[in-house]
């Protein structure tokens, strides 16, 4: 019985846990002078540029497009910044979990309160049956469990390769940001671009921080393992 009821916690933990891993968050906090718009302020931008009557046709068509690219990576970095706070509340609950399994663990196995010996021969098989359908119930457990560790372990994996990619691509953002814009580019395009880039950077450190707290989840949870 004490087996089951760790490997029922560790399920239920890892069901949690595996919800979450469908997708990969932020190392440094971007200086305040160099912050993306808020929301509010590229849906004012955009409408300024939409209702411009002096740029360009291409000019124009150009920055509408950063602006709503810039919104779309606004979205995927609030959306990071959900998860990364996610896995870090869950990680946080690891401790009490885990004590909660040890304690119980710990605690003296309970006196039978029936003596077989004083049983009919129908409780007694319904004894026996009661006692066939928990160890099924902890080898579903088991096998269910093992399934879980072979997925978390792949999803490690995972992590790590989509933390150095997102790394490498905001390396690029970054360069991109630095570069000097192209000559006698419409500066309302060359704002534009610059808010898109500035929110992609946002979105990329976001992911990056998400990856980096639900690794540090997956880590913790082995601690419950020992407890198998």
Known sequence: MRRCFVLSLL???????????????????????????????????????????????????????FYRQAQSAQEAARAFQEKAAAFTKQTDAIPQQLQAAKDFLNSPLPEPTVDAAQMSLNELDNTVLQKQSGVEAARQELNSRSSSIDARANRMLKIQEATTNASTRLAEVESQLAAAPPEKEDARVTAARNAMLQQRREALQGEMESLKQENLLLTSSSELLPLE
């Open 11 to 65: 399920l239920q933990f890892t069901v949690v846990t595996l919800a979450w891993c469908q997708t990969p968050a932020a190392t440094d906090s971007t200086p305040a002078a160099e912050s993306a718009p808020k929301s509010s302020g590229l849906t004012a931008a955009l409408q300024l540029i939409e209702s411009a009557t002096d740029m360009e046709a291409t000019a124009k068509t150009a920055a509408v497009e």
